[in-house]
């Protein structure tokens, strides 16, 4: 009780909490911005957090992650332009809204829902991390590197549309993750006589150029081709005509509009806490379920109010579920979760069954800045809709080339050598590749964190079965993961995915 | 896509091979370790083998073609992933990043910023020479001065 009081403290200071506001309004901000999203500013704010102390760093992280998660409906309502995909099942229904002279009402509706779905995540991540992360404790390294291999194939398999090149991507990140000192003897492995490979790639070089700077490449090949189609237009949010009724959501809307909150934040949570899932079918099964629920699904698609909410509850409440496996066993749930655990790693806190024993408090306290988050996004998302719209006009040509610099200014804090900020170079460069011929980057940059945790806990097992490899038939949990390994991979490899698990179609 | 796919696996198929006739056995010294759990070599080793497998009969995967196709599967390798253009902008921008990493080495921070900035909104078609001037430079001087005195970590 006193670990969860010092860390409530802790997160409930004045310094913090202006933290986690700046850091909402920082994700709002960037999330609404087509073509930036959430990981992306996680990934350049890391190193800005390298003086504060873990729980004011995690907590700004954080703040971002929220924010830029109601962020992307900003864009999606007003321009029909997702901000992140996560938000194009909000595009359903929101931009119709925005058309009918509605736009405000859409926004809030999309606010509302992304606090009551982001704040139900919250609270079962509270509720959950701790047991789980108990019943983590029990399992050996047998076990762990049974559900490390499962998580890793699972993650291949759901991520991208082939689970062989997914697999061939993870290999290569575990691959990447063996340069540098060998754990056991210190044997240096393929550093080329470099003394910063030494300490291996530096992750946040690679989330930076990989995340970050390849991003706004992709963006700025992108905007340079759509200023040769034309420019897209957008719906004025605050046209002084609208109705007041048509500018907020009334007491008998959210009542009405509650239950889809709460199936959406329920679907949500579950899907962000299956490792490699997302958001992104989290919103499209919210949007789903909410049609299927509905007296008029006739009016989806057309600007139904329940549309938007059920996309919305969704997909962010997969932003607190993401934490359950990242937290308690230490297996990132998406991308956002692997970068919010390297910078657990910076700071000096390994994610996994230990870290709340060892950092009880610092961990409480993450969960108190989660929930005030949530309250930060409320109060700023409303009072600065109007700014999130104008942010929308805002010529790219300006922001992204700033970004670049942030990301070579980022980088070279990191080791504070152009070292890593050449290696960032270089992993944008892959990255791009990557991407165009359809090689995940969450399973390649999953499975670098991964790496040493799994050679880890093989190396253990290989010393534990060394006498008699058979003793692993009795550790029947050991066992049921590697059966459902196989299983994974012969039901989402080569049978036919199921539904959930493919690309979905805007 | 099949013929990116199959290329794109010939690559890895070689890189891996490259790797374990070349690098590892070059780069990994096998040492006498420990009598028990993994040598330095292991996991590199088997991340090789394994990515080098899987890309290899990804590769006869796609050579062979798929048995049953249905209109989603044509669609998907119809698609042409990456073209000349595409290819001409990483070679550009590739090009561009390593430049400026190098003037960042050579030059610092404050003198590599604005060429980069600048060239980036160049890139974009900014054709406003003010404009241009005025991001490049307040945005360098901005960034340096965040570092500098609010981060306390100089920027080089």
Known sequence: ?506 | MRTVDIVSSAVVVLFGMVLMAVIIPGWVPVEEGPEFGLSATTMPIVASVTFTTLAAAFFFHRLRGRGEQTEADEQYDRTQPIERKNWLFLLRGGIFLIAMTALFNWAGFLLAGPPTVAGFMLMMEEKRPWHVAVTAFGATAAIWLFFWQFLKFPLP
Not at chain 1, 87 to 99: H, M, Q, S, V
Not at chain 1, 133 to 151: D, K, Q, S, V
Not at chain 1, 436 to 464: M, N
Request: glycine share 10%.
């Open chain 1, 1 to 506: 009780m006193d670990v969860v009081l010092s860390g409530l403290a802790t997160a409930l200071t004045f310094a913090n909490l202006a933290l986690v506001a700046f850091g909402v309004f920082v994700g709002i901000v960037v999330g609404a911005i087509p073509g930036l999203n959430g990981p992306m500013a996680i990934a350049i704010a890391i190193p800005l957090t390298f003086t504060l102390s873990p729980v004011a760093a995690i907590s700004f992280l954080v703040g971002i992650n929220k924010g830029a998660n109601f962020g992307g409906a900003i864009s999606a309502i007003l321009m029909n332009v997702p901000g992140a995909a996560e938000a194009i099942a909000t595009t359903f229904d929101g931009y119709p809204l925005a058309r009918k002279g509605k736009p405000l009402k859409a926004l809030k509706m999309a606010l509302y829902a992304s606090v009551v779905g982001d704040s139900f995540s919250d609270l079962v991540l509270i509720l959950v991390a701790a047991p789980f992360a108990l019943l983590a404790l029990t399992m050996g390294p047998a076990e762990l590197t049974a559900l490390m291999l499962f998580a890793l194939t699972f993650i291949a398999a759901v991520v991208g549309k082939s689970m062989m090149k997914g697999l061939v991507a993870g290999s290569l990140g575990i691959f990447a993750s063996t340069i540098g000192l060998d754990p056991e003897a210190s044997t240096p492995r393929m550093t080329f006589d470099v003394l910063d490979l030494e300490e291996g790639i530096p992750l946040l070089a690679m989330v930076i150029g990989m995340l970050a700077l390849s991003e706004i490449m992709i963006q700025i090949e992108a905007h340079v081709r759509a200023r040769a189609t034309g420019e897209r237009a957008g719906v004025d949010a605050f046209n002084k005509s609208t109705p007041h009724e048509d500018r907020i959501v009334t007491g008998a809307e959210f009542k009405a509009s509650f239950r889809t909150m709460m199936r959406s934040a329920v679907i949500g949570t579950v899907i962000g806490a299956i490792p490699g899932l997302g958001s992104t079918p989290a919103g499209f099964l919210g949007y789903g379920a909410a049609k299927r629920a509905s007296k008029h699904p006739e009016e989806f698609g057309k600007g139904a109010l329940d549309g938007v909410a059920g996309a919305e509850a969704a997909n962010s409440a997969t932003v607190g579920a993401n934490l359950i496996p990242t937290l308690a066993l230490g297996i990132p749930g998406n991308i956002s979760a692997a970068i919010l655990i390297s910078a657990l790693i910076i700071h000096g806190l390994t994610p996994g069954p230990l870290i709340f024993e060892q950092h009880g408090a610092v961990l409480y306290g993450l969960f108190g800045a989660m929930l005030v988050a949530n309250l930060f996004n409320l109060v700023i998302g409303q009072a600065g809709l109007r700014l999130f719209a104008w942010v929308l006009s805002l010529p790219n040509q300006y922001i992204h080339p700033v970004i670049v610099l942030l990301c070579f200014s980022g980088a070279y804090l990191i080791t504070q050598s152009m070292f890593a900020v050449g290696l960032m170079v270089g992993f944008a460069i892959l990255d791009y590749l990557m991407r165009k011929f359809d090689y995940s980057i969450v399973a390649f940059i999953i499975a670098f964190i991964l790496g040493p945790l799994f050679e880890d806990v093989l190396r253990q097992t290989l010393v534990l079965f060394e006498d008699n490899p058979m003793t692993l038939f009795d550790r029947p949990i050991a066992i049921g993961l590697i059966v459902l390994t196989a299983y994974s991979i012969w039901r989402l490899g080569f049978g036919h995915k199921p539904a959930i698990f493919k690309e979905p179609e805007a």
